[in-house]
């Protein structure tokens, strides 16, 4: 009988471990699921909603995210760069691990992104280039520096509110730093879509993912010593 309990007592034990441990300074995730529009994304506040939700549905709602996407100049409105909205840094990913200390490390070779480092707001991995299906694109619309990407044929999906076929394209990277295009091995600025619509991200290698950020009104913890 004392065996048949110390066996339940093990099981609810490890059955009540996290699967995995969540860091409380958090201010880096890729979104889990994309928004089944293509690169339609009702826009910039429109992203911003989205990795809003997915923060607050793992108790991360008070702090204020931003999704890292570019927008062109249009309708007398100023371009909008990535890098422009995503707050001073540092940053940190679900477990904990730093990504950059700052928006120039971020845009530097020493940036840790990667397979590795770029998790959900879950904590979860995403599909790389070498796994099936592959869904290493991430839309940003913007340059290797995260400046808006205005190359030739560049619309950032009519500034991220069209899905339609054959119209468009955006810029996108590769979260694994690895691939074809331009820049293979950049997360944020590797080569442009196939097209604006789900099937056509699918098609390029993606399936309309983005980086978020936590934003102004987040101060995340001052960098440890080891850190430094």
Known sequence: MKKAFATLAALMLVTALPVAAQSNNMSFFATSVGMGRGADLRGLDGADRHCQSLAYNVGFGDTEWHAYLSALPRDG??????????GRGPWYNFRGELIARDVTDLHSENANINKQTVL?????????????????DFLTGSNLDGTVYTGEGATACDNWTSSADGVGSARVGHFDRQGGGQNPTSWNSAHDSRGCSQENLVATGGNGYFYCFAAAGNVPPPLTNEEE
């Open 77 to 86: 409105q100023p371009a909008v760069n990535a890098r422009d909205r995503i």
């Open 120 to 136: 959900t707001e879950k904590g979860g991995t995403v599909n790389g280039r070498d796994d099936t299906p592959n869904q290493h």
